[in-house]
T-cell receptor, first 115, second 116 residues
Framework: DTGVSQDPRHKITKRGQNVTFRCDPI?????LYWYRQTLGQGPEFLTY????????KSRLLSDRFSAERPKGSFSTLEIQRTEQGDSAMYLC?????????????FGPGTRLTVL | AQKVTQAQTEISVVEKEDVTLDCVYE???????LFWYKQPPSGELVFLIR??????QNEISGRYSWNFQKSTSSFNFTITASQVVDSAVYFC?????????????FGKGNQVVVIP
């Protein structure tokens, strides 16, 4: 399978615990995005990497959230001290630069439930 | 600021009927890109189409067609002769060239239910 993969697909945790999600982009794509999607809404941008550099973070990304992309390959998104409001689908997408409006290809998402 | 509006939240159609999904966008950028994605019950967003602001030609791909009108800031999507497999949430999204990061701003989506 050469698409974007995410692990785990589902995560149930108790409030206050830390969780980490992983995203493996399409191998030749050097741009990687994280989005969050809550029920009944469209995905919202969280952060963006070009290779290993994190170039932008949304104000939605509080200081409890951190993302990394070591060596410009896979990426991890960590949420510390989870809250019930963090319950959502976390989506990862990757893209190859095309001079603008890159087409982003999405993974299956990680559904987080915070009890 | 970029904004995408999909006013119809849920649309039910009987199989073989046509269904049109409306998308209205706002941007101050002169160069931008519009997208449609499909999200079936499995949850994965599937890319359907990308269109840049300089290309107003309508497009047809099988049973899918898109109508881009800059004058009304709309990028509408029509499914012809709908099938049960078309049941999904469809998202319209906008990317502005000036943002520099190609982030997508999504609408709230249209839930399409095709009744057999």
């Amino acid at each position: 399978d050469t698409g974007v993969s995410q692990d785990p697909r589902h995560k149930i945790t108790k409030r206050g615990q830390n969780v980490t999600f992983r995203c493996d982009p399409i191998s030749e794509h050097n741009r990687l995005y994280w989005y969050r999607q809550t029920l009944g809404q469209g995905p919202e941008f969280l952060t963006y990497f070009q290779n290993e550099a994190q170039l932008e973070k949304s104000r939605l990304l509080s200081d409890r959230f951190s993302a990394e992309r070591p060596k410009g390959s896979f990426s991890t998104l960590e949420i510390q001290r989870t809250e019930q409001g963090d319950s959502a689908m976390y989506l990862c997408a990757s893209a190859q630069p095309t001079g603008g409006g890159d087409t982003q290809y999405f993974g299956p998402g990680t559904r987080l439930t915070v009890l | 600021a970029q904004k995408v509006t999909q006013a119809q939240t849920e649309i039910s159609v009987v199989e073989k009927e046509d269904v049109t999904l409306d998308c209205v966008y706002e941007t101050r950028d002169t160069t931008y890109y519009l997208f449609w994605y499909k999200q079936p019950p499995s949850g994965e967003l599937v890319f359907l189409i990308r269109r840049n602001s300089f290309d107003e030609q309508n497009e047809i791909s099988g049973r899918y067609s898109w109508n881009f009108q800059k004058s009304t800031s709309s990028f509408n999507f029509t499914i012809t002769a709908s099938q049960v497999v078309d049941s999904a949430v469809y998202f319209c999204a906008l990317s502005e060239a000036m943002s520099g990061n190609n982030r997508l701003a999504f609408g709230k989506g249209n839930q399409v239910v095709v009744i057999p």
